[in-house]
């Protein structure tokens, strides 16, 4: 007679257990932000084609809902002071202004990750990110890397799984961190590098469970919940 | 962005099919979405980043083909047609005056007299197709094939439309306006750019054409002009207008200053090649601001430490000369097509990585090591599995509440987070409880025979937010509540959902629901369960189901779980199978429990008839029979 964990919060601590066994702490923050922790401090001005790429939820009172917990970085950093090396990830909602369907959804959750050492490089993002993917798909299976533009990291990448099928499936957005976010963060970038990466979880969780329409773990539909 | 396979190869020879081609950008960078073939082409559809405004053209892409396989561009189709044969003397001229030099930095220009407007040939037709344009006539169709074939804008303005050749380009004032080619008649706010004589304004710059200058089958005298305008003013114009061209969406992301006379001269010689007796003047070309030359200084150490790889200095000059940087003792000239996006060492790292191949990086993993713990991520995790345990559904509900849900729970909207412009009446406000977040979910599960759900989210008020535990469930018992209560501690009412309420979310049973700040609750300690169910998803019928209730006698070691298990797979109609109650006693007799079920049937494709249902519960009722020699129990 057990009930039901939502299987997003299944998964969400799954993915959570992998960097946790790598010393990430878990942080969380705010859903609605501020126009500069969500953007400016991340290197995405306005008056600046990167802002189109998330369509944002804008609130009246110039606040934002937060289109990635990306935003909770530079914030959790400011507010605590913190000065590297220190490495943490931030699972939570997220919001986007797009019409649903079957695979887009206006409210989804994410996980982003930091790590600001001296001697980090684009080999241990690969190495992290790629472990991640074959703790969650097993062992046998392939990624590969791509370059990609997120305005908060030089270089960006992108990371892809293969599926059954031989297509590639799009996974993380990742990089380094960029300069001018490492100095909005009060570091400097000519002693630290930093590695940043960010996942959709809901696009994970129907993949792994072969969910076809992303809109269910908000349905509230107990046909759905009650199945995990 | 479509770009033509055939076209491509028109600047560069390269050997690989449109499919090969395809996979080797998007391990550049340059992601294919997608490849079609039309006719004797395939065109391959790429989703260009905003930093690379200069792939948005079949010279740019040719450019990173040319990087991406070490092939030179072909020399004959890339050359500087700084002097057009036989540009002729014109006695018409234009003059040029701009308000600033950084809203136009170049202005280019040839007047062209003897114009015939015609359709267009087919070969030009078939560019244009490949891209996504319509042809229009002759003269416009240039203009597009050039700025889709170079990345430079061009426009075409009917000469004598234009009073004593004025070409006045100034930041608009609030109020003006401007028909544009489209016969949209535009207020403009201040700081657009735009071109105007003494009589009337009659291009909205970089954007869209003027009506009033219009090229029509009429015009025997164009002016063809190719300009760089300032991105953020055209970004800011484009935006306020809500009007988006494909010359704007170049203009916003950096249009190469060094490209503005290929593009003007390719077209006019493409002009005279249409028009045999067209007359193209001399060359006007107007720079208002000179071109910024961009040098980076990098140090392949920094270089190496960043990527993780033990490059020469040779090695890394060699990738970036590749992509038509100049290197010079550990300085970099950034090609002029590259200003908008190169601008710091770390720019030119990735160009190095993107050359060396991001899939030929190492992969070194970073060691295991303990996190610090948060207690109250652990803590409210840890509750979650307690009301697991109980017997609660976790559901996820969306944070926004519409007005009418506000009025009815007697709250007041203007206490709550209001979203700009939403394109939708339920997604208005966010909400600042959990209450219709609940009833909503109770409202969607009719046939559920009982709900018991939770969820924890975050909630709002003005400039407030905080996380919040709602619990509720169906029918007239507070025990399952009560027990929520003592288990985690909580010292908070039960309360009764009123009818209104019910009403209004359509609920016909009574709920009833407890509500509490998690700042309220005193966080468990211990860890979280890491246990993930191991089921691959049923889909759900689009009809509802039906749920029917089973209870058998059995032994009292055969196993729940395995009844579950056996039951479900009897049909392919079971969608589910609930244990709700478990039990022995002495009056069922020695070694006996009993077992009771909620069956839940579906069909995807239509209602389960009755008859149909019938046949499954008999099925089952068999099934435990002969495996488990369970007995069915009369309700």
Known sequence: MNGHLNPLTQFLRLSLKYFSERGFEIVEGPEIETEWFNFDALNVPADHPSRDIQDTFWLKDGRVLRTHTTATDVRHIQENKLKPPFKFVVPGRCFRNEATDQTHEHTFYQIDGIDIDKDLNMTNLIGLLDGYMKELFGANVKTRVRPHLYPFVEPGMDLDIQLPDGSWREMLGSGMAHPIVLKNMGIDPGKWQGIMWGMGIDRYMMQYFKIDDIRLTYSGDLRFLKQF | ?635
């Open chain 2, 1 to 635: 962005m479509k770009i033509s396979y055939n076209w491509l190869k028109d600047y560069v020879d390269f050997k690989k099919t449109p499919t090969q081609l395809a996979e080797d950008l998007s391990l550049f960078g340059q992601e294919v979405e997608s490849i079609k073939k039309l006719d004797d082409d395939t065109i391959l559809d790429l989703e260009i980043t905003p930093n690379r405004g200069d792939c948005l053209s079949i010279l740019g892409m040719a450019r990173e083909i040319s990087a991406l396989y070490n092939i030179p561009l072909k020399q004959s189709s890339f050359s500087e047609l700084s002097r057009i044969e036989e540009s002729a003397k014109i006695d018409k001229k234009i003059e040029v005056k701009v308000s600033g030099p950084e809203i136009c930095p170049r202005f280019s220009a040839r007047i062209i007299d003897n114009i015939k407007i015609n359709p267009s040939p087919d070969w030009l037709k078939k560019r244009l197709q490949s891209y996504g344009f319509r042809s229009i006539n002759n003269v416009v169709d240039v203009t597009n094939f050039v700025m889709v074939a170079t990345g430079q804008p061009l426009h075409a303005f009917d000469y004598n439309k234009i009073k004593d050749g004025n070409f006045t380009i100034r930041l608009s004032k609030k109020d003006e306006e401007v028909i544009t080619l489209d016969s949209v008649n535009r207020k403009l706010c201040e700081g657009i750019i735009i071109i105007e004589d003494d009589e009337k304004i009659y291009d909205l710059a970089g954007i869209m054409g003027g009506f009033k200058s219009e090229v029509d089958e009429k015009t025997s005298t164009i002016v063809l002009t190719a300009a760089i305008f300032d991105p953020i003013l055209i970004r800011r114009a484009s935006k306020f207008l809500n009007h988006t061209t494909d010359s704007s969406y170049r203009y916003e992301r950096g249009v190469d200053y060094e490209g503005n006379l290929y593009g003007l001269n390719l077209a006019a010689q493409l002009i005279k090649e249409l028009i045999p007796d067209a007359k193209a003047s001399e060359l006007i070309d107007q720079k208002n601001q000179p071109f910024k030359e961009q040098n980076i200084s990098y140090d392949p150490v920094k270089i190496n430490r960043l990527l993780g790889t033990k490059l020469t200095s040779e090695e890394i000059a060699a990738n970036l000369i590749r992509l038509n940087f100049r290197i010079k003792d550990s300085t970099a000239r950034v090609p002029s097509y590259r200003l908008f996006d190169v601008k710091i060492w770390q720019d030119l790292a990735e160009e190095v990585a993107r050359i060396y191949g991001y899939n030929n990086l190492d992969k070194n993993n970073l060691d295991k090591q303990v996190a610090p713990r948060n207690k109250e991520f652990s803590g409210t995790e840890k509750i979650k599995d307690e009301l697991a345990v109980l017997g609660f559904t976790e559901t996820l509900s969306y944070s926004f509440i519409d007005k009418n849900k506000l009025e009815i729970l007697n709250l007041k909207a203007s206490k709550q987070p209001q979203i700009e412009k939403s394109l939708l009446s339920e997604i208005e406000y966010l909400r600042p409880n959990l209450l219709s977040s609940l009833l909503s979910v109770i409202t969607k599960n009719p046939w559920a025979p009982e709900v018991k759900i939770f969820e924890m989210e975050a909630v709002f008020e003005k400039d407030t937010e905080k996380w919040q535990l709602g619990i509720a469930t169906t029918g007239k018992s507070d025990d399952l509540l009560k027990s929520a209560l003592k288990k985690l501690n909580i010292n908070s009412m039960i309360k009764n959902v009123d009818q209104k309420i019910l009403d209004y979310f359509k609920i016909r049973r009574p709920v009833k629901h407890i509500i509490v700040d998690i700042d309220n609750i005193e966080l468990p300690t211990g860890d979280y369960s890491l246990k993930i169910s191991r089921t691959k998803y049923k889909p759900i019928s689009k009809f509802p189901p039906t749920v029917r209730d089973l209870a058998f006698l059995v032994d009292v070691n055969v196993s729940s779980v395995e009844l579950i298990d056996k039951i479900t797979r009897t049909d392919e109609h079971i969608l589910l199978v609930e244990l709700f109650d478990e039990f022995s006693s002495n009056k069922f007799g020695p070694n006996k429990k009993n077992v009771a079920f909620h069956i839940w049937l579906q069909d995807l494709k239509n209602v389960l008839s009755e008859n149909k249902v019938t046949d499954i519960i008999a099925k089952i009722i068999v099934m435990m029979n002969s495996q488990y020699r369970a007995k069915l129990r009369s309700k």
